[in-house]
């Protein structure tokens, strides 16, 4: 495959590693398990269940968002549950501390001294979601207008497909929240909190995972558990020892999808490596190792968000002539994706790849005057190719 990573891949792929402690030159070796499993006492040591409820919570919120018998109420309460309230089909959900809500942009990297910018983007999956239901919900059922320039309503996919639901501008409201998710919760949550050092050594972390310190109750320790929700944003409904991907709507569907592309193979077996390996350094007490390894997850994990940015561009780009519905869905999942960029992290700093105000750029590009019915085939390739020149891909790799 093309794609080279930048990073110590080898740190990844390695059964073991020796490392040299930076203090007195002391050799040490690391072994990586074969798969995710780490016990402490003959017990596993390894917890994310807040991370599969609040994956769990957001698929029923999308499968609200798909349903125009579900009320604004209802949604609402989906994405803002409060322990105790019968939000979700689940009884072990609703009697859960989480939400999805709470852990939109809120990263102890980029929103612990941002409330603007935290404030905006909920406001952005709060408008999303209320817009579904007022502009596309109709008592009960669809709006039956057909989708135009200017119209909300709906457009039926070539051949007899799927009907799909647009605003005005050509946008499907469902999709932006889903795609937009899977940066704004799952790669910001994993890249840009549990993975970073602010979380990590938060504290007494470090002193206390060297020391073998466990959380009151648990058998694990506070760093490991920081790890083990990283990895939870991905794996969470999967199977932690042999990941099967695409079994959610998020991010490990889109690994998947990633992996699937020749240009790509390896991507999801080097993510799984590094975190067994960085999860096998916090035992070991070898944090620089670690840190190596939170690294390679940032550029492969953001590097998976801007290859389907440039897929779904491309092809709703070639699809739009022939089939308008299907090529406005994908350029809404591409509005998502693109969406996300503004979450992920590039190794070795404390950035994206892309800032916000560069993703309010081309998300005004892209909703400009009439939508994506005015979007032309110039301005597609030109934001395909911005995003992928700060990758190690092309647009044809990307799209193949």
């Known amino acids: 495959m093309k794609f ?28 990586a398990p ?35 018998s579900t009320s604004l109420n209802t949604l609402q309460a989906q994405f803002d549950h409060t322990q105790g309230q019968n939000n979700f089909s689940d009884p072990a959900l609703n009697s859960s501390t989480k939400s999805v809500r709470s852990k939109v942009a809120a990263s102890s990297d980029y929103f612990s001294s941002n409330s603007v910018d935290q404030s905006n983007i909920r406001a952005d999956f709060d408008g999303w979601i209320s817009s579904q239901v007022n502009e596309l919900y109709d008592n ?28 005005e501008d050509g946008l499907e409201y469902d999709q932006a929240v889903a795609k937009g998710l899977i940066g704004a919760l799952m790669t910001d949550q994993m890249l840009n909190n549990y993975l970073s050092t602010s979380v990590l050594d938060a504290g007494t972390n470090r002193e206390d995972n060297t020391n073998g310190v466990l959380v009151t109750d648990k058998n694990y320790t506070n760093m490991e558990h920081k790890w083990d929700e990283a990895f939870g944003y991905l794996y969470g409904v999967d199977n932690a020892l042999n990941p099967v991907l695409d079994v959610d709507s998020f991010l490990n569907k889109y690994l998947e999808r990633t992996e699937g592309d020749a240009d790509f193979t ?51 780009k070639e699809t739009r002539g022939a089939n308008p519905a299907a090529g406005l869905h994908d350029l809404s999942e591409g509005f998502g994706f693109i969406y996300s960029l503004q979450f992920t992290r590039q190794p070795n700093s404390e950035i994206p790849y892309f800032s916000k105000t560069e993703v309010d750029a081309f998300i005004n590009t892209l909703l ?24 190690d891909f092309t647009i044809e790799e990307a799209h193949n």
């Open 4 to 31: 080279i990573p930048k990073l110590l891949l080898a740190a990844a792929t390695a059964t073991m590693i020796i490392s040299c402690d930076n203090d007195d030159d002391t050799i040490t070796s690391v072994n």
């Open 34 to 68: 074969s798969n995710y499993s780490f016990e402490r006492n003959g017990q596993t040591s390894v917890s994310y269940s807040g991370q599969t409820d609040r994956i769990l919570m957001a698929e029923e919120v999308l499968d609200g968002l798909k349903d125009p």
């Open 140 to 167: 009960g059922a669809w709006v039956s207008t057909t989708a135009r320039p200017g119209v909300a309503g709906q457009l039926q996919e070539a051949g007899g497909g799927t009907v799909r639901y647009f605003n």
């Open 266 to 316: 390896g991507i999801a077996q080097d993510i799984y490596d590094a975190f067994k390996l960085g999860r096998a350094a916090i035992v070991a007490g070898d944090y620089d190792l670690r840190d190596q390894q939170a690294n390679i997850i940032r550029e492969k994990v953001s590097t998976v968000i801007a290859r389907m940015a440039v897929f779904y561009l491309i092809d709703g």
């Open 368 to 391: 400009d005057g009439n939508g994506f019915w005015d979007l032309t085939d110039a301005e597609i390739d030109a934001m395909a190719a911005d995003i992928a020149s700060r990758f």
